[in-house]
């Protein structure tokens, strides 16, 4: 986009003879889209997104998905790609392995938000860990991973309740090809924001809130955060002007432009407008995702999201010859 945002303009006495004159150029500026001032305007609700039945990805994720580029215009929820959520549920103690097994990723990066419980991951790539409770795994498949997601063994061997959000954050064209890096983020890692006196308190995984900064590194501009509320309360919410606004209640009730949202369902929000005003419960949680569009078009095919049908068939062609990586065989277990 190339037209100038933000721009404040300062009035003292001296000042106001030369408004006079550049009024006018600044009218015609606005007029041309040249030039948008910093008003403070509310982003209303478009629509809410209710859980779909859940469906078993493997054997350890039941999920929900929130919203996805299979059945959503891409448009609408760019740079985001897709949401499953699994909502909490109980496992019981077990020596078996619960996930997804080997499957490839090209295009994209997947953005794992252990909730409750643990998730282990291997990837073709070297990335590999454990990502416990309220960390983050950030993925960045690019040019291509073959990887596994199980629960961690000790999570499994102790059973527990287990709950996670799955993101798929799309990269634009110039990064699809690079190489794969994996981020794993500690739940202590990410800043811990103050709000509105105490009442509720952020913890920010990307980007930027309230002049600080999350410390995992993205492709393109976006601030995702949880925002957890300790009493009832109402708050103006800082959302950046044209990005994609998406806030899912992970617990509790969200109330926007007059309209409730429960647990498990998603407020999309307008691109247009610079913050929402919120009403949260005491306890209530959210998760808010807050990215600039990636005006390009997009082919998406399984695990793969690209440009092109070409490029979707090069990446089938890719990782059937082996061009992903594979993962090394665990010996016993
Ligand atoms: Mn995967």
Redesign the pocket.
Known sequence: MSFLKRRTILLSGAATALLAVFGGLIAMLQRKGVLTMSESTEKNLANIMTPKEHHWVGNGFFVSTIFSVFDIDYKLISPFVLMDHADTKYFPPTDEKLG?GE?P?RGFE?VTFAIKGEVEHRDSGGGGGVITTGGVQWMTAASGVV?D?FHSREFAKSGGDFSMVQLWVNLPAKDKMNKPRYQSLDFESFKKVVLEGGKAEASLIAGELAGETGPAKTHTKMNIYRLKANQDLEMQLPLHQGFTSLLFVIEGGLEVSSQKVSARSLAALEREGTHATIKLTKGSEILVLNGEPIDEPIVHYG?FVMNTEDEIRQAIADFQAGKMGTLVEESGS
């Open positions: 997804v499957h990723h997947t990887h997601e695990p």
